[in-house]
């Protein structure tokens, strides 16, 4: 988890795991993320919000792969409920895509 004074963007509830991630997803932020990727991974249904974030690297974009990958390696149910055009672009860049959620499904 993150430091004590930091909120965890980790939420719980019954088979759903949604991290929603806030600022820079990058080589200086993800190490504080992983305690969190790993928790979410033990959820059926691990949903994935990038509306915060507002800066993306190759090291962002990596914790989200393995974290689909995983996902996927555990029978997992993974999806960004919402995009962000920087990982969008890397992610093109690279040739690489991840699972979205219907526009119907992230609103309650």
Same mark, same amino acid.
């Given at each position: 988890?993150?430091?004590?004074?930091?909120?965890?963007?980790?939420?719980?509830?019954?088979?759903?795991?949604?991290?929603?991630?806030? *600022?820079?997803?990058?080589?200086?932020?993800?190490?504080?993320?992983?305690? $969190?990727?790993? !928790? %979410? +991974?033990?959820?059926?249904?691990?949903?994935?919000?990038?509306?915060?974030?507002?800066?993306?690297?190759?090291?962002?974009?990596?914790?989200?792969?393995?974290?689909?990958?995983?996902?996927?390696?555990? *029978?997992?149910?993974?999806?960004?409920?919402?995009?962000?055009?920087?990982? $969008?672009?890397? !992610? %093109? +860049?690279?040739?690489?895509?991840?699972?979205?959620?219907?526009?119907?499904?992230?609103?309650?």
């Amino acid at each position: 988890m993150l430091d004590a004074d930091i909120e965890s963007p980790l939420h719980l509830d019954g088979h759903e795991a949604t991290l929603t991630l806030q *600022g820079d997803l990058t080589i200086f932020t993800v190490d504080a993320l992983k305690d $969190d990727v790993f !928790l %979410a +991974l033990n959820c059926p249904r691990i949903r994935v919000s990038l509306s915060g974030v507002t800066d993306i690297d190759s090291c962002g974009l990596q914790l989200l792969l393995l974290l689909a990958q995983q996902a996927q390696h555990l *029978g997992r149910d993974f999806a960004l409920s919402e995009r962000h055009p920087e990982a $969008d672009a890397l !992610l %093109a +860049l690279y040739g690489l895509d991840l699972p979205s959620t219907a526009a119907e499904e992230s609103t309650p």
